[in-house]
Nanobody
Framework: QVQLVESGAGLVQAGGSLRLSCAAS??????MGWFRQAPGKEREFVAA????????YYIDSVKGRFTISRDNAKNTVYLQMNLLKPEDTAVYYC??????????????????WGQGTQVTVSS
């Protein structure tokens, strides 16, 4: 069983930055992903990082603005979010899986989820 705890929630003005963290209990051989869900919308994939290769994946709307990274020694994954836009407002969830590769874009590939953390970007 893996427990995921997100942190880094906040309110920021458009153009600002936030960094989300997700600390995982247990072993660290999991690929990690970030998803988000805005009010009235479906959950969507944001970014993921494979534990095997370190390959990263992003949704097009965040490429060049968001960066996913991991610190295996701390068993923690980060999502650095720059140039934030109001449309980035959502609850952000981290997730873990033993899968890797392009399937990391699919939420159904994940076995463990965090409780979510709110990101609000004001215009």
């Amino acid at each position: 069983q893996v427990q995921l705890v997100e942190s880094g929630a906040g309110l920021v003005q458009a153009g600002g930055s936030l960094r989300l963290s997700c600390a995982a209990s247990g072993r660290n051989k999991y690929s990690m992903g970030w998803f988000r869900q805005a009010p009235g919308k479906e959950r969507e994939f944001v970014a993921a990082i494979s534990w095997r290769s370190g390959s990263t994946y992003y949704i097009d709307s965040v490429k060049g603005r968001f960066t996913i990274s991991r610190d295996n020694a701390k068993n923690t994954v980060y999502l650095q979010m720059n140039l934030l836009k109001p449309e980035d407002t959502a609850v952000y969830y981290c997730a873990a899986t033993e899968n890797s590769g392009p399937r990391l874009r699919n939420g159904l590939s994940y076995d463990y989820w965090g409780q979510g953390t709110q990101v609000t970007v004001s215009s």
